[in-house]
């Protein structure tokens, strides 16, 4: 039994008999005022199941299924109305999936994750018949890094740093505005002594040394600055 052929059968055991709805049935029989999400049937014979304006799960007659959120597949709530609409396909769940630095929304059907995209069609027994998008990956932008790295060397803030390190106190640590506007920039300069104290000292109340060695306190310096230059890129692989 398909996913159409489930879908009449619900519909004609819990169809709304009166009311705006009348013709539909619930989704969820338990819950019939939650007629927001209702099983509908289309002008053309397909089943569909709709919540609010968007039908989530269009099954076929041949028992092809056609998902859709109108966008809104990263909600929650829209994510538990599909994988409860998922039930009447007897396969399939939604959810997030993070890998290589990236969140996204996956489907798991019959044993593989795709990355989920509104219009994905599969048959009846759950194979893809649409084209899998590939998943993406988060990367160390190479050319950000490395322009950094050379403001700084220009700046002379990785020259001076090595002194800066040796005569710099807790006292040193006070706010400043954007590290890496001060490092890159040499008219910051009055910065330069708070900009290495954070690095060299702990923040809070134990101002505890984190670091001994000035070429261990740069590299964790750098580090920090760059966490966040990055790119998202493809990375050629559509099933997990």
């Known amino acids: 039994m398909n996913a159409h052929t489930k ?46 304006n968007a039908n989530l799960i269009t099954a076929y007659e041949d028992g092809r299924i056609k998902l859709n959120t109108n966008g809104w597949h990263g909600s929650t709530t829209t994510r538990a109305c599909m994988n409860d609409a998922l039930c009447f396909a007897g ?3 939604i959810g997030s999936v993070r890998k290589w ?7 798991r059907m019959d044993g593989k994750t795709y990355r989920y995209y509104d219009g994905m069609e599969f048959s009846a027994d759950g194979a893809l018949l649409t084209e899998p998008e590939e998943f993406m990956a988060k990367r160390v932008d190479s050319d950000e890094t490395a322009e950094f790295r050379r403001e700084i060397k220009e700046s002379g803030f990785a020259d001076v740093f090595p002194i800066l390190f040796q005569s710099s106190t807790v006292e040193d640590r ?4 954007s590290t890496k506007d001060a490092m890159t920039c040499e008219h910051l300069t009055n910065q330069w002594p708070a900009v ?31 966490k966040n230059m990055t790119v998202i890129v493809g990375t050629g692989v559509t099933v997990l």
Not at 7 to 13: G, K
Not at 101 to 107: A, D, L, M, R
Not at 174 to 177: A, C, D, E, H, L
Not at 197 to 203: G, L, N, Q
């Open 7 to 52: 879908l009449q059968l619900h519909l004609s055991r819990h169809m709304y008999k009166r009311g705006r709805n009348k013709g539909d049935a619930p989704a969820d029989p338990a819950r019939r005022s939650k007629s927001h999400f209702r099983v509908v049937r289309g002008n053309g014979g397909q089943m569909i199941v709709r919540m609010h």
């Open 91 to 93: 396969r399939g769940y």
């Open 101 to 107: 630095g990236v969140s996204t929304t996956g489907i």
């Open 174 to 177: 006070t706010y400043v505005r």
């Open 196 to 226: 290495v104290a954070s690095i060299k000292f702990e923040s809070g109340y134990r101002n505890k040394q984190m670091y001994h060695d000035h070429k261990d306190a740069l590299r964790a310096l750098v580090a920090r600055v760059t």
